[in-house]
């Protein structure tokens, strides 16, 4: 079985680039201020070993240490994204979103030496959890590498999450390709997105196609 496991991000090559995605996971953009937006709570985001309100600063503490230049030619962070299906939400809290995002950033991220921000965010019709994985290893300096065989890795593993709380909807037998055609959002997709919202749909047709 497998999970819905989103990389098709851009990653932040600039500091400031870097300090507007973490600040999108937690809702703390100008723009998301003055909507009104609520992307989680204090209970929902967390980060390994660092501080999860400035954690932009952590990365870039990490790469200094290790002499990684913040000058925009390289890659500072990557973002990533775990969705589960709507019609899972009855069985599903926020609470339990967090320990599996928890139990996954552990696996695949902290416990191989990045640093590390998620948080589930409360304002979609499904719930999902942001990633922001720091791209210099805090013991090594080296950079994070991730290929086809890992994403297989970490959807096969979200899948086996999904299926130990029952949620039967957020799961597939077969495993998704990235899509090479970027299919037409439609109407309703595009308001939510122009409201810093997103919908599973969205999320999904970002990354990938059935094969």
Do not use: W
């Not at 929902?44 to 790469?63: Q, V, W």
């Not at 230049?69 to 939400?89: E, T, V």
């Amino acid at each position: 079985m497998f999970g819905n496991v989103n990389v098709d991000y851009k990653p932040c090559k600039t500091v400031k680039q870097l300090t507007r995605a973490c600040n999108y996971i937690l809702g703390r953009n100008p723009e998301q201020i003055q909507q009104g937006v609520v992307k989680t709570a204090g209970n929902l985001y967390f980060a390994f070993d660092g501080n999860r309100d400035n954690f932009a600063d952590d990365i870039l503490l990490t790469r200094r240490l290790f002499g990684k230049p913040c000058n925009g030619k390289n890659n500072l962070a990557y973002k990533m994204s775990i969705s589960f299906h709507p019609d899972d939400n009855e069985h599903l809290t926020y609470e339990q979103a967090f320990q599996i995002a928890k139990e996954f950033a552990e696996k695949y991220f902290h416990s191989r030496g990045f640093d590390v921000l998620f948080a589930v965010h409360t304002d979609t019709e499904h719930i999902h959890a942001h990633f922001i994985i720091g791209n210099c290893n805090r013991d090594t300096g080296k950079a994070f590498r991730r290929n086809q065989r890992d994403l297989y890795e970490m959807s096969e593993f979200f899948g086996q999450q999904c299926e130990k709380y029952g949620l039967t909807h957020s799961v597939r037998e077969t495993f998704y390709s990235e899509n090479p055609c970027q299919q037409k959002e439609k109407f309703g997709e595009i308001q939510m997105e122009k409201k810093g919202k997103e919908s599973f749909k969205s999320e999904l047709r970002e990354v990938i196609d059935i094969e």
